[in-house]
């Protein structure tokens, strides 16, 4: 699976999430069981409701009470989120474990877990100053759109990257670590 693919399930994911809108409803995962696309659709998953738990911790006179008990939330979503990157790690050192190395092979400063990690975010970005974009006065709909033609170019360069890495990998060019 290309970058791409991968962020245009990121992006499915991100729809279907915002269908409810709602940080308590239960993941559908529409891949079947134990495919790593199943994997990266429950990373975007967990990535959007924490998104949107932040959200609801950002206002100044948010409860106190209130706060920490999402803040606690946060926490053991950000958990699930470090577990799920090192499955997709899993993913890729199974992928690769019998790709001979070239000599001189490189370690690359994250592993690919953590590029996909940042496509996940990058597709949330995107969905929301989508909306930004188009609502408020000009000069708001302006900035967002400046953002978003920004955000859309890292989408592009980090796919790019992402493939190269996988690329290199496959090739025995660079090396994983975790």
Same mark, same amino acid.
């Given at each position: ?38 994997? /990266?659709?429950? *990373?975007?998953?967990? @990535?959007?409701?924490?998104? #949107?738990?932040? =959200? $609801? !911790?950002?206002?100044? &006179? ?5 706060? /920490?008990?999402? *803040?606690?939330?946060? @926490?053991?979503?950000?958990? #699930?989120?470090? =577990? $799920? !990157?090192?499955?997709? &790690? ?26 996909? &990690? ?61």
């Amino acid at each position: 699976m290309n970058a791409m693919e991968m962020y245009s399930l990121f992006e499915r994911q991100v729809v279907e999430y915002h269908k409810t809108d709602d940080i308590d409803a239960a993941m559908v995962n529409p891949y079947g069981e134990g495919t790593f696309e199943a994997l /990266l659709w429950e *990373k975007s998953w967990v @990535d959007t409701v924490q998104w #949107h738990l932040e =959200d $609801l !911790v950002r206002p100044a &006179d948010v409860d106190p009470a209130y706060a /920490l008990t999402i *803040k606690r939330r946060i @926490d053991a979503s950000n958990q #699930h989120r470090t =577990d $799920l !990157v090192e499955r997709i &790690d899993d993913h890729y050192m199974m992928m690769f474990r019998d790709v001979a190395l070239q000599e001189g092979a490189k370690l690359n400063t994250e592993t690919p877990a953590w590029a996909v &990690d940042r496509l996940s975010i990058l597709a949330l970005k995107v969905y929301h100053f989508g909306i930004e974009a188009k609502r408020g006065d000009d000069a708001h709909r302006a900035k967002c759109q400046q953002k978003l033609d920004t955000l859309l170019e890292q989408r592009a360069d980090l796919t790019t990257a992402i493939d190269q890495l996988l690329d290199d990998l496959s090739a025995g060019r660079r090396r994983m670590k975790l």
